[in-house]
């Protein structure tokens, strides 16, 4: 674990590395600082053969409130005739490779929502590959109350998550959504009891630890693309996916143990 002062927490378990979003007294609102300690953390883990599941959570009572607005890469100089900052180098500069990097990831990413997640916070976690949220959590596209739009991602992930109407009520009203309402409509796979979340992610990550990681991370781009593919072009992307997993060894394994009546032990990344 790292210092307690530092932006980001890392801890492992065996195959499970869990990132903790690390600026409580600012719900874990988003800095350069905290960027670069995630980004960095998730490319040291993907480059690790032996992590096998992420989990991002947050300290203290919030998951991430998003964009640090006071930061000095977004705040605007109030100065009259000040020349606006151009937050636009921001999204490519951080939250785009940020999005990029967790859909691109090898093994699978677990969001443990323990509080509000608003902002490009709530759209960190749904950029992740499974959602768990404790049941105080909430979650907030507070964009348009800053004259702004979903971000890290948020533009594409809504409406594939819940649907068109659902997805410009979040996104024009900015309401508060709770993570019981965010789980019945989809956005979200499940919430918990507050106490049951940390124990139920890293059971849950435990478990995709031990499957084979290498489908699991196919799988995942097979849904990203398949909104933009005729029924038949998705049809040859499985046929292409499947002779690639068919030659690996988690595919033999899982057969022989299949035969064996045995636990199978996955290897690919």
Known sequence: MADDAAPLLTRRDGAVLTLTLNRPQALNSFTGALHDALIGALNDAAADAGVRCVVITG??????????????????????????????????????????????????????????AAGAGANLALNCDIVLAAKSASFIQAFSKIGLIPDCGGSWLLPRLVGRANAMALALLGDKCSAEEAQRIGLIWRCVDDAALAEEAQVLAAR???????????????????????????????????????????YIEGVSAFFAKRAPVFKDR
Request: glycine share 8%; aromatic share 4%.
């Open 59 to 116: 300290a203290g009572r919030g998951f991430c409130a998003g964009q640090d607005l006071s930061d000095p890469e977004v705040a605007p100089d109030l100065t009259p005739g000040a020349v606006p900052k151009d937050i636009g180098n921001l999204i490519e500069a951080r939250y785009k490779p940020l999005a990029l990097r967790i859909h691109t990831f090898p093994v699978p990413v677990v969001a443990a929502v323990n509080g509000v």
């Open 208 to 250: 995709l630890a031990a499957m084979p990681s290498k489908a699991l991370a196919e799988t995942r781009r097979a849904f990203d693309h398949a909104d933009r593919m005729s029924l038949d072009a998705a049809l040859s992307l499985e046929g292409d996916v499947q002779r690639r997993l068919g030659m690996s060894h988690d």
